[in-house]
């Protein structure tokens, strides 16, 4: 079946605009995670949902980011105010059920560039 | 905080030779722990994974080994071949919190 898919690919903005990025997770997967990946570096959390509430935002930098998934599905990623140090891949992954040891399966991610 | 380290951050072997890459996690409370392999620009894959119940897991040529006693756990790719370059990730996660934390990453070269 389908994987997880994310859009855009590439997004270019400038420094102070606001952008959204989107997830879709596989079929059925009730969890979904997003993970920011720098160069050179392993993904790092920055919030998992269980259906459409937000289970844990631990990992959100600052109040600039913020997540939805409104409907238990469809996931979007919202960054106001973008810096260039908001640079980076955006990775969203999906998983059957909550709890740890299920398997998280990621998406392409969304490679953002803030100039 | 929760952490976990990797090393080594790079590793070139001969086509035909084992590659091991060794990580070690801080909080004890882990449970199961996936490694994943990322290829340039494409999305990470998980390639093996082992849960805390059992030392030792192997799938073909990759094989992973847990010590939870010294939280460390480590990826053992045998007869590597040149589509086993790539960067590989190990990652520690725990019943309750979801979300998984990753190393920093292991770049592979086999050279031919």
């Known amino acids: 079946g389908a994987g997880v898919s994310q859009t855009p690919s590439n997004k270019v903005t400038e420094k102070g605009k606001y952008v959204e990025l989107r997830c879709d997770p596989i079929?059925?997967?009730?969890?979904l995670y997003w993970y920011r990946q720098s160069l050179g570096q392993g993904p790092e959390f920055l919030i998992y949902?269980?259906?459409?509430?937000?289970?844990?935002d631990s990992g959100l930098p600052n109040d600039r980011f913020f997540a939805v998934r409104p409907e238990g599905s469809v996931s979007t990623l919202k960054i106001q105010r973008t810096e260039r140090g908001d640079s980076a891949v955006y990775l969203c992954?999906?998983?059957?059920?909550?709890?740890?040891?299920?398997?998280?399966?990621f998406g392409p991610g969304t490679r953002l560039l803030v100039l | 905080g929760e952490n976990v380290e990797q090393h080594p951050s790079t590793l070139s072997v001969q086509e035909g030779d084992s590659a091991v890459i060794k990580c070690t996690y801080s909080?004890?409370?882990?449970?199961?722990f996936p490694w994943y392999k990322q290829e340039l620009g494409k999305r990470p894959q998980l390639i093996i994974d082992i849960r805390s119940n059992v030392g030792e897991k192997k799938d073909q040529r990759i094989a992973v080994t847990l010590n939870k006693t010294a939280k460390h756990f480590s990826l053992h790719i045998t007869e590597t071949q040149p589509e086993d370059s790539a960067v590989y990730f190990c990652?520690?996660?725990?019943?309750?919190?979801?979300?998984?934390?990753f190393g920093t990453g292991t770049r592979l070269k086999v050279l031919a």
């Open positions: 079929s059925g997967h009730t969890a």
């Open positions: 990652a520690a996660s725990k019943g309750g919190t979801y979300k998984y934390i």
């Open positions: 909080d004890s409370a882990s449970n199961y």
């Open positions: 949902f269980q259906g459409t509430g937000a289970a844990d």
């Open positions: 992954a999906s998983s059957p059920a909550a709890g740890g040891g299920e398997t998280q399966y």
